[in-house]
């Protein structure tokens, strides 16, 4: 296995938040390297060999706006330490990403537990919160987990400055689902707020890990978004190429370019360059990007409208009743016996010149309408025929019923309309419904009034059967005169 030797440096700074009455100056961010997973110091630039636990680089930021931050990074940062320097940590096989990866998502676990716990026990630090973002190097390959937005880097000179993390970050998600460039997330209004972090009451803290091979002259970075906030990946890139001397080197010309760019966050920064390791292949493809976050399930396709319901076809007409047709036969004959009769009376009394008392007055026919009651009080005594026999004279007293429409329902009976309130004349006078001229409704000319249910309306056969009344009643008076 090739030998790896790599070099260090680092640096936080209140930078544009300075303050020097607040904690720390003002910085809430910290961070932590553990050589060798040892507490132990270091010098900066100086070569050190990777021993077979590796090494841990990390950086908390604490929550901009959150009370007490720099309390949130600290236990972020006092966790990890406590759990790295840990006999777990040190029997654990570190040449296993898998096992990397586990190991350094638990301590994101752990630290958020210790913020909250803290954050409820002291009302001080109440709502307070940081990122994190840890490397850990092992053989020649990184493990990178993180929580937030700060980020982690790899530079390597035949690809240029990669971003190896990704933010979890609201602005993100836009760029994720398309609705802004990666470009016009810079700088973006809505850039300082996270989607995740420690210290989160609404939900535990949810980290993301990854691991890519490094090679010889590789450079990693972790920072705040204190640095990439104000300077943009092409203009890190550039810096890094031209002052890649040594680590110190490079993260002073970093420092210089955000103070210039107007830095106003505090800014932290990790540079680790490898200077002994497995040389890079003739071709090296880009380090696998960020895992993305687990597909959510396609969400279920929105209920389709009811389609309107197509307007129902008009009943069927009903067909007349079978005995129709017979019952007009019958009643037409009936009419044109009583015409015939009423004829030959008349003839009968016109011809009978000795007779002392006249014949009664001739009915008046009119096509198949009944003939005209007579009135009681009207025209002169004198010129009344006389009175004609018991009989006719019953059925010749008697008032014709007037034909019930569809407007105005049959006396001695109430239409269904009159039942259940007014109808609006005019709609059903301008506007009749298909359905209403086809099926007979409540109040319509064509249905019996309840007064005679089961018989011929009047529409009808109503006029026929007094027409029938008064000829039979003809016919007797006809047949008596004829005996006579």
């Known amino acids: 296995m090739t030998e790896i030797k790599y070099r260090l440096t680092a640096c936080s700074d209140p930078a544009g938040k300075k303050n020097d009455i607040a904690p720390l100056y003002g910085n809430e961010d910290n961070m932590l390297l553990l050589p060798g997973l040892s507490p132990e110091p270091f010098v900066p630039d100086a070569v050190l060999e990777l021993g ?109 400055l990669r971003q190896v993390s990704k933010d979890h970050s609201y602005v993100q998600s836009l760029v994720d689902a398309g609705k802004i460039t990666a470009d016009e997330a810079f700088g973006h209004p809505y850039g300082n707020v996270i989607t995740r972090s420690l210290g989160d009451p609404s939900k535990a803290a949810k980290a993301d890990s990854h691991t ?41 010309a970093l420092w210089k370019a955000a103070q210039e760019a107007d830095w106003y966050d505090n800014v932290t920064c990790i540079l680790c360059e490898l200077v002994e390791g497995p040389e890079a292949p003739a071709v090296v493809p ?114 014709s019923t007037q034909p019930a429409t569809a407007s105005q329902p049959p006396q001695g009976g109430s239409s269904a309309a009159d039942q259940g309130g007014k109808i609006d004349q005019a709609n059903e006078n301008n506007k009749p419904d298909a359905a209403d001229e086809n099926k007979p409704n409540s109040g319509s000319g064509n249905k019996p009034n309840n007064s005679s249910e089961g018989k011929p309306s009047n529409n009808q056969t109503g006029q026929n059967n007094q027409t029938g009344q008064g000829n039979n009643q003809t016919n007797i008076e006809i047949t008596e005169n004829y005996e006579n």
């Open 212 to 252: 890519f091979p490094i090679y010889k002259g590789d450079i990693l970075m972790l920072n705040s978004d204190g640095l990439s906030g104000v300077l943009r990946d092409k203009t890190m890139q550039d810096i890094i190429a031209d002052s890649r001397q040594t680590p110190t080197q490079c993260r002073e």
């Open 52 to 160: 077979p636990h590796g090494t841990l680089l990390m950086v908390a930021d604490g929550m901009g706006g959150m009370n007490a931050g720099e309390v949130a990074s600290q236990i972020a940062v006092s966790t990890a330490q406590a759990m790295f320097c840990s006999e777990e940590a040190q029997s654990l096989d570190a040449s296993s990403y898998q096992a990397r990866e586990a190991f350094m998502e638990k301590v994101v676990v752990q630290a958020d537990t210790a913020i909250k716990e803290k954050a409820a026990a002291d009302p001080e630090c109440s709502g307070m919160g940081s990122t994190i973002i840890m490397i850990w190097l092992c053989g020649n390959e990184a493990t990178v987990t993180w929580c937030g937005d700060s980020r982690a880097y790899l530079f390597r000179p035949s690809i240029g």
């Open 286 to 399: 880009a380090p696998a990007p960020a895992p993305q976050p687990a597909p959510q399930p396609a969400p279920a396709p929105a209920p389709q409208p009811a389609p309107a319901p197509s307007r129902p076809a008009a009943p069927p007409v009903k067909p007349a009743p079978k005995g129709g047709k017979n019952k007009m036969v019958i009643v037409i004959s009936v009419v044109i016996s009583i015409v015939v009769a009423t004829v030959l009376a008349l003839l009968l009394m016109g011809g009978g010149k000795g007779t002392t008392e006249p014949g009664p007055a001739p009915t008046e026919v009119q096509g198949n309408k009944p003939p005209k009651p007579q009135a009681a009080n009207s025209g002169n005594q004198a010129n009344k025929p006389p009175k004609p026999s018991q009989g006719a004279s019953q059925g010749s007293s008697q008032p």
